[in-house]
């Protein structure tokens, strides 16, 4: 009997969301372009990710398992070798896999490299060669991480791949001297860039299977919970109340920016320094401004937030339920292997799912592989 309680409650409180299985999948205008081969430039998108709340596509080498840097880095010296050969010549870069990128969506870019041998590392340079085009009058930032060599001929690369890009004025180098200091030269690198104001801080609200997207304003109280989320996710027990409000306690205090406040569906606010309200009506206080949800309908949001108690979890990274940037992992094993529904990036459940693209089942992301 008590197991049967047990379950029943679980049920009851993992199904919070009465559309737990809606992935309203959050969009921003600022695109990250990387690639990395021994994880730093993965850390410093990890890094840019938490300030940014960015979309993000890896580039990967078509062929996997490649060692680039075996008998004295001969591959990868003869890699940039063909390619300042033949910069022109599209058979000198060596093949990627395919990526797909509606350039359209973004109006920033930040290309995130390694340097080889002073040039941009290859992969990236087959990506910008065939994409550099379609990113014409758009903002572009480069950063660039190396042991030591200076990165004059990456950022030169750059210009040559992507002759019509609107670049910010430094790029920004990350080398084995400085790379302690990453977190604070990329924070202030960001503050610099054309685009800055333009990349609010992003917040990403988990409720059951569901992640949508919030703008933050910025004053004392969100600056603290960014620096507390910058350490990890922050989960809260939340429930309705007034019929217009989805409430819980943030288990902290922040500092508090408190101002009569009409709210609207879809606003996030700090009530009494400790508790954190999402807006699915309208209601007359004193709060602190936290953010808004980006492009809900009232109706939308109160299916995603659902009726009574549920767990909340808030991040600065739209992955964190993976704590993967990239996706690896094949779909079909994970349908076999799981009786759970499975769906695409839309929240529709799919029964029969396709090579290159990316699924959600039991809040984790797969990759079918080609
Ligand atoms: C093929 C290859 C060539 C490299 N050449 C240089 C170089 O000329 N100067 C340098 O300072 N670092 C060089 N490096 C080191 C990388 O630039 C550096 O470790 C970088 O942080 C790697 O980024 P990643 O870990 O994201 O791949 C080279 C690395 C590889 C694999």
């Known amino acids: 009997m008590k197991q049967i309680l047990l379950f029943l409650l679980i049920v009851l409180f993992s199904s919070c ?23 730093n430039v993965q850390a410093i998108v990890d890094e840019s990710l938490k300030l940014t709340g960015a979309d993000v596509v890896e580039i990967q080498p078509a062929e996997e398992g490649l060692k680039y840097e075996a008998d004295n880095y001969a591959l990868g010296s003869a890699l940039i070798g ?61 950063v660039v991480s190396s042991a030591s060599s200076g990165i004059s001929s990456v950022v030169d ?16 180098w990350i080398n084995n001297s400085n790379r302690n200091n990453m977190p604070s030269l990329l924070g202030n690198w960001i503050k610099t860039l054309n685009f800055s104001d333009t990349m609010a801080q992003k917040l990403f609200i988990t409720i059951g299977n569901a992640t949508i997207a919030a703008t933050m304003v910025d004053n004392v109280a969100t600056q603290a919970l960014i620096a507390a989320l910058k350490e990890s996710p922050i989960s809260y027990e939340a429930s309705d109340y007034g019929d217009f409000e989805k409430v819980g306690p943030l288990g902290r205090s922040l500092p508090t920016a408190n101002e009569q406040t009409t709210t609207q569906a879809g606003d996030i606010v700090l009530y009494n320094g400790n508790q954190i309200v999402i807006f699915y009506g309208s209601n007359s206080w004193s709060y602190t401004r936290i953010g808004k949800i980006d492009d809900i309908s009232q109706e939308k949001l109160k299916s995603v937030l659902g009726d009574g108690n549920c767990t909340i979890t808030l991040s600065l990274s739209k992955d964190f339920s993976t704590g993967v940037q990239k996706v690896h992992g094949d779909a079909n094993n994970a349908m076999k292997s799981s009786r759970s529904p499975m769906y695409d990036l839309q929240g529709h459940e799919i029964t029969a799912p396709t090579n290159g693209q990316v699924y959600i089942q039991d809040g984790r992301k797969w990759l079918i592989q080609e």
């Open 17 to 39: 969301s009465k559309e737990s299985d809606v992935l309203a999948e959050p969009t921003s205008r600022t695109l990250i372009v990387y690639y990395s081969y021994t994880g």
């Open 82 to 142: 063909a390619i300042r050969a033949n910069p022109d010549d599209a058979g000198s870069y060596p093949e990627i896999k395919p990526v797909d990128i509606d350039f359209s969506q973004y109006d920033n870019i930040i290309v995130a490299t390694p340097l080889w041998w002073s040039n941009m590392a290859a992969p990236m340079q087959t990506f910008l060669f065939h994409n550099g085009g379609k990113m014409a009058g758009k903002n572009i930032a480069l």
């Open 157 to 172: 690369d750059a210009h040559r791949l992507i002759p019509d890009g609107n670049f910010s004025d430094e790029a920004l």
